[in-house]
């Protein structure tokens, strides 16, 4: 069982910045893949990023390519997102998501395919 515990979120201005973090308790093996998730008001929840965590490949959703990073301490059993350039589109609870066995890349965007969640952190960038 793997507990994910997610932190950073809060208020920002849009061009900001803000990094969150989540912190898993319990063994992360070599198969799994770690994934960031967001869901606005009214919205289904989407991809932002994720992470292999053997490899440290990575997979990022459009909208954020080139504005978020994804990344992970294996010592530290976190995985992170650093997020730039915040728009108030990104506005969203953000939620941490584990996957057991990642067999394909495209399995690193697709939720369905995650096993473990976080209870999310709610991001809001004002314009």
């Known amino acids: 069982q793997v507990q994910l515990v997610e932190s950073g979120g809060g208020l920002v201005q849009a061009g900001g910045s803000l990094r969150l973090s989540c912190a898993a308790s319990g063994r992360i093996f070599s198969s799994y893949a770690l994934g960031w998730f967001r869901q606005a008001p009214g919205k289904e929840r989407e991809i932002v990023a994720a992470?292999?965590?053997?490899?440290?490949?990575?997979y990022y959703a459009d909208s954020v390519k080139g504005r978020f990073t994804i990344s992970r301490d294996n010592a530290k059993n976190t995985v992170y997102l650093q997020m730039n350039t915040l728009q108030p589109e990104d506005t969203a609870v953000y939620y941490c998501a584990a996957q057991r066995y990642l067999i394909t890349v495209q399995a690193m965007g697709d939720m369905t395919m995650y096993n473990y969640w976080g209870q999310g952190t709610q991001v809001t960038v004002s314009s």
């Open positions: 992470i292999r965590w053997s490899n440290g490949n990575t």
